[in-house]
Antibody, heavy 117, light 112 residues
Framework: DVRLVESGGGLVQPGRSLRLSCTTS????????MAWVRQAPGKGLEWVGF??????????GYAASVNGRFTISRDDSKSIAYLQMNSLKNEDTGVYYC????????WGQGTLLIVSS | DTVVTQTPLSLSVAAGQPASISCKSS???????????LYWYLQRPGQSPQLLIY???SRFSGVPDRFSGSGSGTDFTLKISRVEAEDVGVFFC?????????FGQGTKLEIK
């Protein structure tokens, strides 16, 4: 079965950094793009960004709201995708989901990030 | 960014009755490869979103056939032929052609 498990969320002060991980199993990770989507409390979904597979150069794309602050990377040997978040803001608070593929064929259960002083 | 607009934002439907949600994009989602990159998701209460429909009208694995998607260019529709209790939640459409990909605001479905 395809499985995605996010981890690394928590409470962090504004301006600090945090890295989220998405540990996967049940599929050939290196063949797929991976994406991150977030959801602020009580709000809708916001696409954060994605990373293409190695075959497509591991190129990335980001939402304007995180571009320059967030970086997505991947470790195909471990089947893990990462979301490095720098210069965190209060408005980055929410549940962060990783998804298989740029279009979210499968989703993890999410990890909660709270940015607050 | 490409703006995706869903209507209505909420829907109350009796079980067994049909339901329809509209999704409009500010740009055509037809790619030169012939595919149209419009997706539908359902987020049940307390759960992660799940993919229902990809490329306008293709049902994802395990999705009941009471869900159907249609449309072209900039205008799309998700239809549920007979609403069931398990369909309660928020439906989102997403365009996957222009970066950054963007979601509609969501349509909350409740059972009347």
């Amino acid at each position: 079965d395809v499985r995605l498990v996010e981890s690394g969320g928590g409470l962090v002060q504004p301006g600090r950094s945090l890295r989220l991980s998405c540990t996967t199993s049940g599929f050939t990770f290196r063949n797929y793009a991976m994406a991150w989507v977030r959801q602020a409390p009580g709000k809708g979904l916001e696409w954060v960004g994605f990373i293409r597979s190695t075959k497509y150069g591991e190129t990335t794309g980001y939402a304007a709201s995180v571009n320059g602050r967030f970086t997505i990377s991947r470790d195909d040997s471990k089947s893990i995708a990462y979301l490095q978040m720098n210069s965190l803001k209060n408005e980055d608070t929410g549940v962060y989901y990783c998804t298989r593929g740029g279009y979210g064929t499968y989703w993890g259960q999410g990890t909660l990030l709270i940015v607050s002083s | 960014d490409t703006v995706v607009t869903q209507t209505p934002l909420s829907l109350s439907v009796a079980a067994g009755q049909p339901a329809s949600i509209s999704c409009k994009s500010s740009q055509s989602l037809l790619h030169t490869d012939g595919k149209t990159y419009l997706y539908w998701y359902l987020q049940r209460p307390g759960q992660s979103p799940q993919l229902l429909i990809y490329e306008v009208s293709s049902r994802f694995s395990g999705v009941p056939d009471r869900f159907s998607g249609s449309g072209s260019g900039t205008d799309f529709t998700l239809k549920i032929s007979r609403v069931e209790a398990e369909d309660v939640g928020v439906f989102f459409c997403m365009q996957g052609l222009y970066l950054p990909y963007t979601f509609g605001q969501g349509t909350k479905l409740e059972i009347k």
